[in-house]
């Protein structure tokens, strides 16, 4: 609109005041006639000579605000706070009037182009870093790969073009991407593609400099390239998405015919977008791959599943100190006879702390028991030569551990067991009778010599020997929240499981521990059942190989 206005009180002569005036200066009277102008303003507006109407010679918008100013009984538009501006020309311009005290109107014509454009590139680039500033929050907001490929993908559709593709480096010919049309969603889909065929396409994907979209034939976009309903491509920009060391792929950004080409400066832009895209890409990817090698990693440091193996009944439980976790400092195995009737070996142990520094030596002792299964029938020298290794590393943590030997004899199960350490394995009676094995022993990994004696026992069908660690006696809970569940406590649960098979026995030790605790922090908890079927087995089931057992 347009500025305050100024009454003059008197006529100005244009040669003394406004033909010095740096602005064009136009006069015009209330019916829009010219009345004067200056030498500035006739270069301006040649036909807006005196006598001329200014609605035969001057832009609209500057003709209305005059009416706007003459015609009596509309609003004073000259009280408005913005100043009116238009264009004259390719010229943008600022108009500000001065009514006279006979109703004309000298109309001072100050040029705003430079300005104009120096606070539309200011208020872009404003735009454009806020846009930045906000896709990287949204790229950044997940590490699921696929899930940024389509954010990728829908920010720069709804953005920066028509439509985009998010392709990511593939193996041979087929290139996995995400297509998303402006206004839709993302459709991720995998094509058979060689990227040698498409202009620029390959040298993005190899994390190369992008090749100016003029180079690009819109024309030869391939069909896979345009989304359905599209229509006729009128540019194209391909540019890479740069990663950490490798490319994380290419950005294909697509407008129609009818929409304006791609400009070297919105080029520029893609690129800003591309690179903060690429970091997030190869985040995501970098954490995916960690991921699945930590997953293989993770499946030799878990607990195997237990079943009935040569005629004897296993079952087992583990929890790790921090529920987050999968792996811990506890930890349980069962190593099948290599012989039929011959003795399997089940270890339990505990080590030292918690968490994944834990988890490793645990890993460590679990591939040196299983190389010393050879020595299996003799528990205390496996757990001397196991000392040794454990001194003889780079660990300072030491651990308690047990060892039982389990064979089936005719209708009842042999145990030997040896403590290093640990706490005594319980004998569950037919009669709810709870024994503790009659074994101990020293730490493994703290002296240089170990010592441990050697319990035996027979388990008649229904009957069961548990193995466990100290998380469960010493788990802190109850009613105040201070007591530890206690070995008392322990033996009189396991004393009401008279005749319960292995699996029902490890599961209700498994829940009572986890009851007394009722969410509260904890250590690592593991047991083990070892259970004399009351049904005689005429078989034995993955009993053949020796080695770790695992499901």
């Keep these: 609109m347009v500025s305050t206005q100024t009454r003059a009180g008197q006529a100005d002569a244009p040669d003394s005041i406004w033909g010095r005036a740096p602005y064009p200066v136009l006069v015009a009277d209330v019916h829009g006639a010219v009345l004067q102008r200056n030498a500035a303003a006739g270069h301006l507006l040649p036909a807006a000579e005196p006598g001329a109407l200014l609605a035969d010679t001057v832009p609209h918008w500057l003709q209305a605000a005059h009416c706007a100013l003459t015609v009596p009984g509309p609003p004073d538009v000259a009280d408005a706070a913005e100043p009116l501006r238009g264009a004259i020309g390719e010229r943008r311009f600022e108009a500000h009037p001065t009514v006279r005290d006979d109703g004309s109107v ?6 705003d182009t430079d300005r104009q454009l120096a606070h539309d590139a200011l208020t872009m680039e404003r735009e454009r870093t806020a846009f930045l500033a906000a896709a990287s929050s949204a790229l950044l907001s997940s590490l699921n790969l696929g899930r940024c490929m389509e954010v990728t993908a829908q920010l720069a559709a709804e953005n920066l073009a028509d439509a985009a593709l998010t392709i990511a480096p593939g193996r041979g010919n087929r290139l996995p991407m995400v297509t998303c049309l402006r206004g839709g969603a ?23 400099p992008p090749v100016p979209s003029r180079w690009i034939d819109p024309a030869a976009a391939p069909a896979w390239m345009v989304p ?21 792929g290419a950005l294909v950004l697509l407008r129609t015919s009818d929409t304006e080409a791609f400009s070297s400066e919105e080029e520029v832009f893609a690129r800003l977008f591309a690179a903060r895209a690429g970091a997030a890409l190869s985040a995501a990817r970098l954490y995916a791959e960690q991921t699945a090698i930590s997953d293989v990693l993770m499946q030799e440091l878990l607990p195997p599943v237990l079943h009935h193996i040569s005629g004897v009944d296993y079952a087992g439980r583990y929890r790790p100190a921090a529920d987050h976790e999968r792996i811990g400092g506890d930890f349980y195995d069962v190593h099948p006879a290599a012989v039929e ?19 490793v030596l645990t890993g460590k002792i679990r591939n040196t028991l299983h190389a010393l299964l ?26 308690t551990m047990v060892l039982a030997s389990a064979v089936r ?19 569950v009676r037919a009669d709810g009778t709870v024994e503790e094995a009659d074994t101990r022993g020293t730490l493994i990994g703290a002296l240089p010599t170990v010592s441990a004696t050697t319990a035996t026992a027979t388990l008649a069908p229904g009957e069961s020997c548990v193995l ?47 009851q007394w605790l009722n969410g509260r922090s904890h250590d690592d908890i593991a047991v083990v059942v070892i259970s004399a079927p009351r049904t005689h087995h005429l078989s034995a089931v993955d009993g053949h190989t020796r080695g770790r057992y695992t499901a």
């Design 106 to 111: 000298a109309w001072w014509l100050v040029d």
């Design 186 to 208: 993302p459709a991720p889909s995998t094509v058979m593609v060689d990227p040698d065929d498409i202009p620029g396409l390959s040298e993005a994907l190899r994390g190369f």
């Design 228 to 248: 359905e309903g599209f229509g006729p491509v009128g540019s194209v920009v391909i540019t890479p998405l740069p990663g950490h060391g490798v490319p994380a």
């Design 341 to 359: 009737g011959e003795a399997s070996l089940v270890s339990l142990g505990d080590v030292c702390g918690k968490g994944l520094e834990a988890a």
């Design 374 to 399: 050879p020595l299996a029938d003799d528990h205390q020298r496996m757990l001397s030569l196991l000392n040794t290794a454990l001194l003889s590393s780079h660990h300072t943590r030491f651990a």
């Design 409 to 427: 004899r005719e209708n009842a199960v042999d145990l030997r067991v040896t403590s290093g350490g640990h706490p005594s394995p319980l004998i």
């Design 468 to 514: 466990y660690t100290d998380g469960i006696t010493e788990a802190k809970g109850g009613p105040l929240g201070d007591a530890q569940f206690g070995e008392a406590r322990l033996k009189r649960a396991l004393a009401k499981c008279a005749g319960m098979p292995a699996e029902g026995i490890a599961e209700h030790v498994h829940m009572l521990a986890d």
